[in-house]
């Protein structure tokens, strides 16, 4: 089983600032299969990036992915009010699939 | 664009069988791939299982002995099976579509709260 990490549990910010938050594999994530969801309070998860470093359909490009290997980069250049959320990342380069703890971007 | 809708009881009495099944609209059940995924109240997320059309499933190990997943093409329907269910099981399930890369999230449905 592949464990993510994500760090920090919650990052504190204020709108306009950057956030870069972190997911770590615990064995290489194959073909960069790794993906990254937002999920709002009472909402269900939404793609953000998959493939590592592709955005997904809507997505705006204030959202980046990056990284291989057994790290990974979600970067957020500015924060909008909407962006505060729960961030989660998620494996599916092996046939069992998972997903890191998440990451709380809260209002400071 | 894809839309799913989960339905089913909210209520299970532990030791019975949660059954839930997901509508699948605005495209062909067969052209994708589909999943359910829970979530415990203030906790994360967790894969149960994925089926294909052709019949094919996946299942977290962790659940393997008490899930059971199906495909009706002819209404357009997946469902899911949990059986044995205890009060470990109370969650919020999601069932979720999958385009191109079978283990990628495309697409949600709002979710439903079973409780055990």
Known sequence: EIVLTQSPGTLSLSPGERATLSCRASQS????YLAWYQQKPGQAPRLLIYGASSRATGIPDRFSGSGSGTDFTLTISRLEPEDFAVYFCQQYG?????????????IK | Q???????????????TLSLTCTVSGGSISSYYWSWIRQPAGKGLEWIGSIYTSGGTNYNPSLKSRVTMSVDTSKNQFSLKLSSVTAA????????????DMGRFDYWGQGTLVTV
């Open chain 1, 94 to 106: 092996s046939s069992l699939l998972t997903f890191g703890g998440g990451t709380k971007v809260e």
């Open chain 1, 29 to 32: 994530v194959t073909s960069t």
């Open chain 2, 2 to 16: 894809v839309q799913l809708q989960e339905s089913g009881p909210g209520l299970v009495k532990p030791s019975e």
């Open chain 2, 89 to 100: 099981d109370t969650a919020v399930f999601y069932c979720v579509g999958s385009g191109s």
